[in-house]
């Protein structure tokens, strides 16, 4: 069942978060100069071979992503391109070794890579997970993930997913380990977001709802719910991708 908000929650739940914005002076975002919201951790391109995926950013970009590892048990496996601190590009696709899991983007039925989906990180999860709470917005999580890289080294994370994304316009939140290098700080470099945006056919709830998690996207009209990014690379190339 898809979770729905009504006027007067959005009013009450708008000031249960700026609340505890106020409160909290690093907690929540302020909008960044370059074209990504400050909230953004990363964006998922997905594609129906990890190769050729890779191939596309390359081709696209100029920059060749690295391989990033596996995520065992999600049957996907992925491959990585910095976009700036604290932001990046993941190239994700399924898993050959793991052809028993689910494919929850359906990855394998994608002809041309195209966004499925993107993350952001509120800060403290579990704070971020009592003020939806306290907000009665509905979410799963916060649940623990891994994935072990090619070097060894284990990457830990948190994740909180919301119960209704609205169709992938929302993105899921994450708080990496203390421990964990961000995966932005290592991946290949000289990509960069030019714009990040969001199109919907209810774009005036989006908004609210935007506000609500204090993402700072833009977002506007159209028949069909859309993510759309571009991205820039060291030569001047432009990568234009959507959902």
């Not at 979770?3 to 907690?27: E, G, Q």
């Not at 050729?52 to 390359?58: D, K, M, P, Q, T």
């Not at 028949?223 to 030569?235: C, N, Q, V, Y």
Request: glycine content about 8%.
């Amino acid at each position: 069942m898809r979770h729905t908000i009504s006027r007067r929650k959005f009013v009450s739940a708008s000031s249960v978060l700026f609340a505890a914005s106020v409160a909290s002076p690093r907690s929540l975002f302020s909008a960044e100069k370059e074209g990504a919201p400050a909230v953004l951790d990363h964006i998922l391109l997905g594609c129906n071979n990890l190769d050729l995926g890779i191939a596309f950013v390359e081709k696209n970009t100029g920059v060749r992503a690295a391989f990033g590892g596996v995520h065992p048990g999600r049957g996907t496996r992925n491959a990585l391109v910095s976009l700036g601190e604290r932001h990046y590009l993941e190239i994700i696709a399924l898993d050959p070794l793991q052809s028993d899991a689910p494919d929850h983007y359906g990855l394998a039925q994608i002809i041309e890579p195209r966004l499925v989906g993107w993350a952001a990180h509120p800060g403290d999860l579990d704070q971020f997970a009592t003020r939806l709470r306290d907000a009665n917005i509905a979410f799963d999580g916060p649940n623990p993930g891994s994935r072990k890289r090619p070097d060894g080294r284990l990457l830990q994370w948190k994740t909180l997913n919301l119960k209704d994304d609205q169709s992938g316009l929302l993105p899921f939140f994450i708080e990496w380990s203390a421990d964990t290098i961000h995966p932005s700080a290592d991946a290949p470099a000289g990509c960069k977001i030019v714009r990040f945006d969001l199109e919907a056919p209810n774009d005036a709830e989006i908004n609210h709802l935007s506000a609500l998690l204090n993402l700072e996207v833009p977002i506007a009209h159209s028949e069909k719910p859309r993510l759309h990014a571009s991205i820039a690379g060291p030569g001047g190339k432009v990568m234009n991708v959507s959902s």
